[in-house]
């Protein structure tokens, strides 16, 4: 059969597959050599993603214990178990922990029965955990939650700041293009409290104090003002700062002060 063109849906990377269906449930999956994003490379995960078509290993009936049980007796021992404890402890005894892998029809179902029916707000996900903060980022700066870059870019640059990331880890496809690019001749600075693999790897690693990275960013925008390194045309041109944003930045944000701040 022919192979079908996808993207692996693991770390939000993009890679591109080619998926080669070998039966009803089961496929060979290979890299896509033409797409941007992987350039045919696959890290672990992408590779294996042949194996989560089947059924090995999955739960297909409701269970109770160890015994297999019909829906009717399933939901009714949840729903019991949910309204003894209610109205034991109170409707905030009860929390959701959703997974970042639903649809948007699906978390609209799972608040509707946390807050509407249960009534609580105990409810959340890895998928606010983990990128509600960059989202409302993305769209306050640049109008919608996208990258405001291209991998392209990994290639020519002469130096790559990661901020809060173990790429090696988390990104591995983009982490081998960030290190074919040092290997170049480029720099790579890590700003984490953590010591990771990424870290461990990079030309610099400013292990800030949790909580400092506002202050450091501060400091550093301060430094560029100072130096005379800001292009203030371009950012005419491109971004709209408050009155007096660059007043506000320099109160207090001198290197040796935000050095101290972030405990570098």
């Known amino acids: 059969m022919a192979a079908v063109r996808t993207t692996c849906a693991y770390c939000g990377v993009g890679c591109g597959t080619l998926a080669t269906p070998t039966g009803e449930r089961s496929a060979t999956i290979k890299g896509d050599p033409d797409?941007?994003?992987?350039?045919?490379?696959?890290c672990s995960k992408g590779t294996h993603l042949g194996e989560t078509i089947g059924l090995e290993g999955r739960l297909l009936t409701p269970m109770i214990g160890h015994r297999r049980a019909s829906w009717d007796k399933a939901l009714d021992l949840v729903a019991k178990r949910f309204r003894d404890t209610i109205a034991q402890h109170g409707p905030d005894s009860v929390a959701f922990y959703v997974s970042g892998q639903l649809l948007t029809e699906d978390y609209y179902v799972a608040n509707k029965l946390m807050k509407g029916f249960i009534g609580s707000a105990n409810i959340d996900t890895n998928s606010r955990l983990c990128m509600a903060s960059a989202v409302a980022g993305h769209m306050r700066a640049f109008g919608e939650d996208i990258v405001p870059a291209s991998y392209d870019d990994l290639d020519v640059a002469d130096l790559i700041v990661l901020v809060g990331s173990n790429t090696a880890w988390c990104h591995p496809i983009v982490y081998q293009r960030i290190r074919a690019r040092c290997d170049a001749g480029a720099k790579l600075v890590v700003i984490d409290p953590r010591r990771t693999e990424t870290a461990d790897e990079a030309d610099l690693h400013l292990a800030i104090r949790?909580?400092?990275?506002?202050?450091?960013?501060?400091?550093?925008?301060?430094?560029?003002?100072?130096?005379?390194?800001?292009?203030?045309?371009y950012l005419a041109a491109?971004?709209?700062?408050?009155?007096?944003?660059?007043?506000?930045?320099?109160?207090?944000?001198?290197?040796?002060?935000?050095a101290r701040?972030?405990?570098?």
Not at 35 to 42: D, Q, R, T, V
Not at 210 to 229: E, F, I, K, Q, S
Not at 238 to 258: I, K, R
């Open 210 to 233: 949790p909580g400092t990275d506002v202050a450091l960013m501060n400091g550093l925008l301060a430094w560029c003002r100072d130096a005379g390194v800001v292009d203030y045309d």
């Open 261 to 264: 701040i972030c405990d570098v």
């Open 35 to 42: 797409h941007p994003a992987n350039s045919g490379k696959l």
């Open 238 to 258: 491109h971004v709209a700062t408050p009155d007096a944003f660059w007043d506000q930045v320099g109160e207090g944000n001198d290197l040796w002060s935000v």
